[in-house]
């Protein structure tokens, strides 16, 4: 039986393998609830969600869209990771990478 954390792996590969990219499966940088949160080849990180946080996938995507548009980079002395790219269906959203502090996480976030 798969487990979450090689489902999420196969869809990182997947989502870096069409755009040109590697995720580096050895440089975790944060797992959780939701999914897990890797480095890539280029520079940035993807967050890939489980297959179970659909509702939390749309919920930060929609925040990074908000922010994006907004042209927001920092919150109270925060760094925003800036959205790159994302996959509706593998559920697999791209970032820049920031120093800290900074704020990861918007899957909770409600509008």
Known sequence: METHRENC????????????NTPK?????????EG????????????????DAQLNF???LRAYGILSHSNIS???????HQLLDHDQLL???EITLVELPFILDFGKVYF
């Open 9 to 20: 792996e196969e869809r990182a590969k997947a989502f870096c393998d069409y755009r040109e």
């Open 25 to 33: 499966l050895e440089t975790e940088l944060g797992w959780g609830q």
């Open 36 to 51: 897990f949160v890797w480095e890539t080849t280029r520079g940035s990180a993807i967050k890939v969600y489980r297959p």
């Open 58 to 60: 749309n919920r930060e």
């Open 74 to 80: 920092n919150i109270a002395g925060f760094e925003v």
């Open 91 to 93: 559920q697999v959203i």
